[in-house]
């Protein structure tokens, strides 16, 4: 076969069997022998001489470590390359390619050829080789090229190719096949394959992830000559993207008087407009907004689910979203993994301890499709759905169910935050409701309060004055008030829904009961004792002729009487209420039900009023050791139990036990409940009792 080059001279090349060498995945192989001593010269490659074809490298380059990627492919030698390959992979914009090219640049001198190839398909790939040889041999035309570059990389070493932002990893792995063990080869890609895949492929994972805080703020004040003040804010927004970073220094940069601030702004009310934007001079398919448009489309022409996944991921909050919460999307909580699975190898979400995290620039992308696309109160809806259908029953006293609600607070909290005011989503006001309570029984009063304003505010709206979720709203509000302190408050709406619930629902309703019971609690606290020991017998012999003498609320009916009894100096009729009651807690529920500790810590203050000093302080000891087991040392019902056992000790005439508990109550108080939260006031005053008593005696 002979050809012209392109300097006029005519020469021959000899093509020979033997050779077999396929490119891509496809079917098409190319068999060539070539005998390179027809061809002109190659260009001049070897030592101090480095052939390249590196794509322009940013000048600001923050946060990231090139001697990882040193180390792996042998260390700080130069000159000494043997086979060895990796593949830096992670969410797009998130910075891989910079980073292989800045390595790339900044070892130049370890390689005799540096040569970059866009493998994003089987074509490029093809082409990316072909252009080496055309490098090689810069000549016009040369049959085979793509042949005679892996021809050249199979017989030549210290050579550093990479394939960037490859696509499908079949397209690459005959080629790391038959030159991998030569020289070394970088791969960047958004996929994330797995321990085996990489494995079997030869290839070391490097996962990259967001830039450090500090090299965001550094980051974004060099591309702008600005000063740092709100940068960091705006990293937090950007979630220290590497190419949303860019991108809003580069539109910041165009705009003379716009500062960190104004950028944040404008990103929450138009972020449309400067997503999908790159800035003036730069390339719109890197925009944050275009560039995840070719995986989510690839991701859901594998798996609809995925991208149904995905859509519900973007309304809640970024970081550590219960696996669990997901698995009720579909009958077979397997396809939800399978799509999970999907979504993390092309590093559009990650796992970890059963839990799922996504970039929170991803999810603004994906809330603004479905808006745009007028999907998003469906979602919104489904979202709504799986919360009610994930969230654990009685966040009062389910202690099992704690933990979770503690991981699922943040996604209730950011899901709520997206909603209009004028929502139409029902279901959330069931979710919303119970992390109320949850709220105000882990000592969040001031945000359970809050909490149950906005539900009752919206379940009017939606429901209704008179519908009992509306009702059931009400009644949890004056809970909450009457347990901030804020009695009067609470007496008020407690008998305003009594009122209602009476006209509604009748005497004899279960909520009825409940809420005059509540009632009471609240005259208790305001010291209205006449009131409070009538109301409470009138609902226990009600309780009794509906419910039964064992039924829980008319237990806890006793036990608020009982508590009055107390209250009017009758502690012993208390003792007697308050003993019996815990043995039939005891055998319904068991010794460590939150009730049952209730009414043991109750039962040692009755002790304590009647001067049996050492039985309540022994009942105190016991509750106290349970507590911290179930619930921890800082929990709102542990703190009021170590209280108590100071404030005993103290009666017992052991100041130093009780001053020093007590200061320790109160710091964690303070930190808890706040300053001004009744039983912080209680432990403050209680402390200054003990300390004036100790200064009594040291002066005596």
């Not at 060895?84 to 800045?102: R, T, Y």
């Not at 690839?298 to 609809?304: D, L, N």
């Not at 609470?490 to 509604?504: G, H, N, P, T, W």
């Amino acid at each position: 076969m002979s050809s012209s080059g392109g300097r006029g001279d005519d020469y021959e090349v000899d093509v020979v069997g033997g050779q077999g060498v396929q490119i891509g995945s496809g079917n098409v192989q190319n068999v060539v022998g070539v005998d390179p001593s027809g061809l002109p010269p190659p260009q001049t490659v070897g030592a101090g001489v480095t052939v390249h074809n590196l794509p322009a490298a940013s000048a600001v380059f923050l946060g990231r470590d090139l001697r990882v990627l040193a180390d792996q492919l042998g260390g700080d030698d130069v000159g000494v390359v043997v086979g060895q390959a990796g593949a830096v992979h992670g969410l797009g914009g998130i910075g891989k390619s910079e980073l292989v090219n800045h390595y790339a640049r900044g070892y130049l001198a370890r390689y005799s050829l540096v040569w970059w190839i866009t493998a994003d398909s089987s074509e490029n790939l093809g082409l990316g080789l072909a252009a080496l040889t055309r490098r090689l041999h810069p000549v016009a035309t040369l049959a085979d090229a793509q042949a005679f570059a892996v021809g050249w990389l199979q017989a030549n070493t210290g050579w550093l190719l990479v394939l960037d932002n490859v696509e499908d990893v079949n397209d690459i792995a005959d080629l790391l096949g038959v030159v991998g063990a030569n020289g070394q080869v970088l791969v960047t890609t958004r996929r994330d394959l797995g321990a085996a895949r990489w494995a079997v492929l030869g290839l070391t994972p490097f996962r990259l992830g967001v830039l450090a805080r500090a090299a965001s703020v550094e980051l974004l004040t060099r591309l702008t000559g600005r000063s740092a003040d709100g940068a960091e804010r705006l990293a937090v927004d950007l979630g220290d993207l590497p190419l949303a970073l860019e991108q809003a220094a580069a539109y910041i940069s165009q705009h003379d008087r716009m500062s960190f601030d104004d950028y944040r702004t404008l990103l929450s009310g138009q972020f449309a407009r400067v997503a999908g934007s790159s800035g003036f001079g730069g390339k719109d398919d890197r925009a944050v907004a275009s560039v995840w448009t070719l995986t989510m489309a690839a991701v859901t022409a594998e798996s609809a689910l995925a991208a149904r996944v995905l859509d519900v991921l973007a309304w809640l909050a970024p970081d550590d979203l219960p696996e669990k919460v997901l698995f009720l999307a579909a009958e077979d909580p397997a396809d939800v993994d399978d799509a999970l699975a999907l979504l993390t190898s092309y590093s559009m979400v990650s796992r970890a301890d059963r839990m799922v995290s996504v970039h929170r620039l991803v999810q603004a992308v994906t809330r603004q499709s479905l808006e745009d696309a007028g999907a998003a109160e469906a979602v919104q809806q489904q979202v709504a759905w799986l919360l009610n259908r994930a969230i654990p029953d009685d966040p009062m006293n389910n202690v099992r169910g704690w933990p979770l609600w503690a991981a699922l607070l943040p996604h209730i909290d950011a899901f709520t935050a997206s909603l209009a005011e004028d929502h139409q989503v029902v279901d959330i006001l069931r979710v919303l409701n119970h992390a109320a309570t949850y709220r105000q029984y882990q000592g969040q009063g001031a945000a359970a309060i809050d909490q149950y304003e906005g539900v009752l505010a919206d379940r009017r709206r939606l429901l209704g004055d008179d519908d009992t979720d509306t009702l059931a709203t009400r009644h949890s509000l004056a809970v909450a008030l009457r347990e901030a302190g804020q009695l009067e408050e609470a007496i008020d709406k407690f008998e305003s829904v009594l009122a209602d619930e009476r006209r509604l629902l009748g005497d004899d309703h279960t909520l009825t009961l409940i809420t005059r019971n509540q009632l009471a609690s609240a005259y208790l606290g305001a010291k209205r004792l006449d009131e409070v020991i009538g109301e409470y017998s009138r609902v226990l012999t009600a309780q009794r002729r509906l419910l039964g003498d064992h039924h829980l609320d008319t237990l806890i009916t006793r036990l608020n009487l009982a508590g009055a009894y107390l209250d009017d100096g009758r502690p012993d009729e208390a003792i007697d209420e308050f003993e019996e009651v815990l043995a039939e807690q005891r055998a319904l529920l068991g010794e460590d039900h939150p009730y049952s500790l209730t009414t043991r810590t109750q039962l040692a203050g009755a002790y304590q009023a009647a001067g049996r000093l050492d039985e309540a302080i022994d009942q105190l000891e016991n509750v106290l050791a349970d507590q911290r087991t179930l619930v921890g040392e800082k929990h709102p019902h542990t703190l009021i139990t170590r209280h108590n056992l100071a404030v005993a000790h103290l009666k017992a005439g052991r100041l130093d036990e009780a001053i020093g508990e007590l200061e320790n109550v109160l710091a964690d108080e303070r930190a808890l409940l706040g300053d001004d939260h009744p039983q912080t006031l209680i432990t403050r005053n209680n402390l200054a009792a003990a300390r004036q008593e100790a200064q009594r005696r040291g002066e005596n």
